[in-house]
């Protein structure tokens, strides 16, 4: 499954670089979300190779649109700070994702994933704009 998840990530990134401009940042969300309902309903090892795939090819994209959107949000006497900043969360919701999956039922652990993506994006729908992090979701 680490091969999987790698596998995609590095697809994803590679073709998020090969076109050569930041994407949107809530479609690569929806893609957690999805891939999250997918893992959590429990559809065998063709859902869980399915659903890692979905969530490996957003996850590169979203980290370099994410980084792409620090840095032209942040001061560039700031930017240090805001992306120590940004590392530390991504570390603390990779820590919480690990314990969620050794303490919680394996059908639950997903979905606060699920959760977590689909307030992220809800907040980029709303208003973009004003959104922690981005400047334009469609940069």
């Not at 919701?93 to 994933?113: D, E, T």
Request: proline share 5%; charged share 10%.
């Amino acid at each position: 499954m680490i091969a999987v998840l790698s596998g995609a990530s590095i697809a994803g990134s590679a073709l998020y670089a090969w076109r050569g401009r930041t994407g949107d940042p809530r479609l690569l969300l929806g893609g957690f979300v999805v891939g999250g309902v997918v893992l959590a309903v429990d559809l065998g090892w063709p859902g869980l190779v399915a659903s890692i795939a979905l969530i490996g090819g957003c996850t590169g994209p979203l980290v370099a649109a994410t980084s792409v959107n620090l840095q032209r949000l942040l001061p560039k006497n700031r930017r240090s700070a805001g992306f120590s900043l940004s590392f530390t969360v991504q570390a603390c919701g990779f820590g919480l994702g690990s314990l969620s999956v050794g303490v919680l039922p394996l059908w639950l652990a997903p979905l606060s994933g699920v959760f977590a993506a689909a307030i992220a994006g809800a907040m980029l729908v709303r208003k973009p704009a004003r959104a922690i992090g981005t400047v334009s979701v469609t940069s």
